[in-house]
């Protein structure tokens, strides 16, 4: 393959990617308005890529591509020199997203004005990315942490035109660099479209907490009002045993709590209700994010494959590639780090919802004792509407009565360690949390606390106001009870025996009810858990032979890849020596062409030597002819005048034969030369 293709293949993979990171950035800010001030420097680039692609075209390309850029990178650090100033001088304490894309640049033939432009462009670079890495030290978000890099492989593209323009590295390095800048690019996008759905989670996950909270304050209050009720069952015993005329107040009173402690449980089980509901949005938002994190699984594969293709070109280009293999090389361990961070922060979904189907099961316990509760309240009411009937029957049934005080008492116990645990499963959330602000959450929790106490103050008041009432009453009954009691006190064994046998009858029903409901609830729960955890099995059996046939698909790609990269190598080695044969048979012909001709032209000279004998020997003859009828004396002379011309045409022979030999000498120069 030969530089002009590489480079045509590098720059039609540059503008796909360039595309792709353009795409995914607008799908960032379809989410949060807050990038949309960054999307005219991903517009530029994508011109700007789009115009350095059509340089064979376009005769002015470069030069326009230069100027985009500058103008790309001069918007680029007023923004990040403005985000700067509002995070560090004017003392606002908020998450930036900062969206920072370097510019790709490409070689051109050395001209002053670009490079100028190019020295401008390195030292904003290194500015922008210097404001950067102090934003990333006081925020650390993975995103700053991309686009510094970003800007680095800018600035090392940069360098890198400026070295081959001046004709130290081959023209391959400069794509090169720009396709490994916009793999970064892409890559950024990802990670900031990442953050934005783990933002929407996050805040999903504080409304579930602002309501298991309050599940959890409605529960605790619960608890304190059936302590508090025991206590004056047990506090209303003793004053039956000193005074049987305020046991009827007492009663009432009772009555009374045990309608709103109703009253507050139902509200209980419409708020786990509302819980349980809320943990179904959960399971299918952590489903979203599966999915999502399977999409960056594929992209950073992808990412190796495109490192791996980098890596085998950088290694045909030999000694000057090595530069660009050890960037592909550190694109890679990239690409390992964020599927890394993406295992991690599924791990940590995972964690959260096994925490809340803990809160959620504990939840149904929880019920369930609610459920025990308002039976037990029920049992409460009729037993102190049978107390009314006669103060002989009150005193029998007081053991009864500190027997069911001692059940509520238990029943507040275990209804204390169940909101104990799901307060410690929820101050577990709220440490997964710690990092993002909660003024609005406590605020909101405040106010609900506050109202809470406000409709709790009211029916207190309320409560007092009857049983002041309820006083009152019982102390305009007390004659009536008086006169009521002698007429009970002869019926009152009948009264007993009765009302013995009936409540053996009741206490054996409700001992067989309680049975047959918590061997159903036993049964369901079991059902539930064999269904939910048939269910997990299947999930994780499924998800596991995804990824074998990921994993199984990524290995047969990667080996088709090598595959078809030996072949190429192979082709290429055949094809170089096939060139280099035919140049050398070349080289050959050429050669012997040369000789050819050489040796023609020494037949031409030696014929004209040839010739210029014969025609020296005619004049030889003419001469001895006349020297024949001169005098002996002129014939002497003019002998010695032949002999010195003779040795002139000699000299002049050989001087030619000479020339002769140089000029065909350098001929065959010229030709090796040329070819």
């Known amino acids: 393959m030969n530089e002009d293709q590489i480079l045509m293949t590098l720059t039609h993979m540059q503008t796909f990617v360039v595309a792709m990171a353009f795409v995914i950035f607008y799908q960032v800010v379809r989410k949060d308005k807050y990038f949309k001030k960054w999307l005219p420097v991903f517009v530029f680039l994508f011109i700007g890529g789009i115009v350095s692609s059509l340089k064979d075209f376009i005769i002015e390309a470069n030069l326009i591509a230069n100027l985009i850029n500058a103008i790309t990178v001069v918007f ?217 994190m399977d999409i960056i ?70 019920g369930a004792d609610i459920r025990h509760s308002v039976v037990a309240i029920e049992e409460i009411s009729d037993l102190m509407k049978n107390i009314n009937y006669s103060s002989q029957q009150q005193t029998t049934a007081m053991g009864e009565i500190t027997e069911t005080a001692t059940k509520l008492t238990e029943l507040a116990e275990n209804l204390k360690n169940s909101l104990s645990k799901t307060t ?113 099995a299947k999930k994780e059996n499924e998800v596991l032979a995804t990824k074998e046939a990921e994993l199984k698909a990524i290995r047969d790609k990667e080996n088709l890849a090598r595959k078809e990269e030996e072949l190429k190598v192979k082709k290429v080695k055949a094809a170089e020596n096939a060139i280099k044969e035919a140049e050398l048979k070349a080289i050959r012909d050429k050669e012997k062409l040369v000789r050819k001709e050489a040796e023609l032209k020494v037949k031409k000279a030696k014929a004209a030597e040839n010739a210029k004998l014969k025609v020296e020997q005619k004049a030889k003859k003419e001469q001895e002819r006349l020297i024949k009828k001169e005098a002996e004396l002129k014939a002497k002379k003019e002998n010695e005048v032949l002999a010195k011309k003779e040795a002139e045409l000699k000299a002049k022979k050989l001087k030619a034969v000479e020339n002769a030999k140089l000029k065909s000498e350098e001929k065959v120069k010229r030709k090796k030369e040329g070819l």
């Open 424 to 536: 410690i499963i929820s101050e577990e959330v709220d440490e997964i949390n710690e990092e993002e602000d909660n003024e609005n959450i406590k605020r909101k929790l405040e106010r609900t606390v506050k109202k809470e106490a406000v409709k709790k103050a009211k029916a207190r008041k309320n409560a007092w106001k009857e049983a002041k009432l309820k006083v009152k009453k019982a102390k305009a009954l007390k004659n009536a009870k008086k006169e009521a009691e002698l007429k009970a006190i002869r019926d009152k064994e009948n009264l007993e025996r009765k009302e013995v046998e009936l409540k053996i009858k009741k206490a054996k029903a409700e001992e067989n009810a309680k049975l047959k409901v918590e061997q159903k609830a036993k049964k369901e729960q079991e059902r539930l858990i064999k269904k939910e955890a048939e269910l997990k």
């Open 297 to 366: 699984n594929h992209i950073s594969g992808q990412t190796n494959l495109l490192a791996l293709n980098a890596s085998i070109e950088a290694g045909r280009a030999g000694e000057q590639g090595r530069g660009f293999a050890v960037v592909a090389n550190e694109v890679r361990k990239l690409a390992e780090e964020s599927k890394k961070s993406v295992i991690g922060t599924e791990n940590k979904v995972s964690d959260i919802l096994m925490k809340i189907k803990k809160s959620v099961n504990i939840q149904v316990t929880i």
């Open 76 to 292: 680029l650090f007023a923004v990040t020199y403005r985000e700067y100033n509002s995070t560090f001088k004017a003392g606002k304490d908020r998450s930036i997203n900062l969206k920072v894309a370097a510019v790709p640049f490409t070689a051109i033939a050395f001209d002053p004005i670009i490079f100028g432009l190019e020295i401008f462009i390195i030292s904003l670079c290194f500015y922008s990315g210097y404001m950067l890495i102090k934003i990333y030290k006081k925020y650390r978000r993975p995103t700053h942490l991309f686009f510094c890099f970003a800007i680095v492989i800018a600035a090392f593209s940069v360098i890198v035109s400026i070295f081959t323009d001046f004709g130290y590295l081959p023209k391959v390095f400069g794509p090169g660099v720009t396709f490994v800048f916009y793999t970064v690019l892409v890559n950024s996008g990802v990670v900031a479209y990442i953050e934005i759905r783990i933002e929407a989670q996050k805040s999903e996950l504080r409304s579930m907490t602002l309501s298991m909270k309050e599940v959890l304050d409605a529960g605790s209050h619960a608890s304190i009002n059936t302590a508090n009720m025991a206590a004056e069952l047990a506090s209303s015993a003793n004053e039956v045993n000193a005074a049987n005329v305020e046991i009827s107040s007492i009663t009432e009173e009772l009555t009374g709590n045990a309608s709103i402690q109703l009253e507050e449980l139902t509200m209980i089980d419409e708020k786990a209700n509302e819980l349980n509901q809320l943990y179904s949005d959960v399971l299918i938002s952590a489903e979203s994010i599966r999915g999502i």
